[in-house]
């Protein structure tokens, strides 16, 4: 079975720096596409950063320049390194592999449960 286990949430003042860490245990984890989503209250969870198998990344618009997704795949762990966090960064962090599927062209997705990001004005 899959499991993902966050950490690294807390509470933090405007400018300031977080570093999330992401484990994915049950899986070939160099062969996963890892996710770092968030939730803020009263709104859709939303794609922060993603790492895939090739190497390459992806962030949204309004993270670009502040955050720094990574991977160790010795480690089976992604990291989203924020700097210059904004209040509007505030929310539940969320982090997914997509596993392949044996045999197909399928993937499943796996969420942890998520860990809480503040951050104040």
């Known amino acids: 079975q899959v499991q993902v286990v966050e950490s690294g949430g807390g509470l933090v003042q405007a400018g300031g720096s977080l570093r999330l860490s992401c484990a994915a245990s049950g899986s070939i984890f160099s062969r996963n596409t890892m996710g770092w989503y968030r939730q803020a209250p009263g709104k859709q969870r939303e794609l922060v950063a993603a790492?895939?198998?090739?190497?390459?990344?992806n962030y949204a618009d309004s993270v670009k320049g502040r955050f720094t997704i990574s991977r160790d795949n010795a480690k089976n762990t992604v990291y989203l390194q924020m700097n210059s966090l904004k209040p509007e960064d505030t929310g539940v962090y969320y982090c997914c592999a997509d596993v392949p599927v044996a045999g197909t062209n399928l993937k499943n997705r796996y969420w942890g449960q998520g860990t809480q990001v503040t951050v104040s004005s």
């Open positions: 790492s895939t198998t090739g190497g390459s990344t």
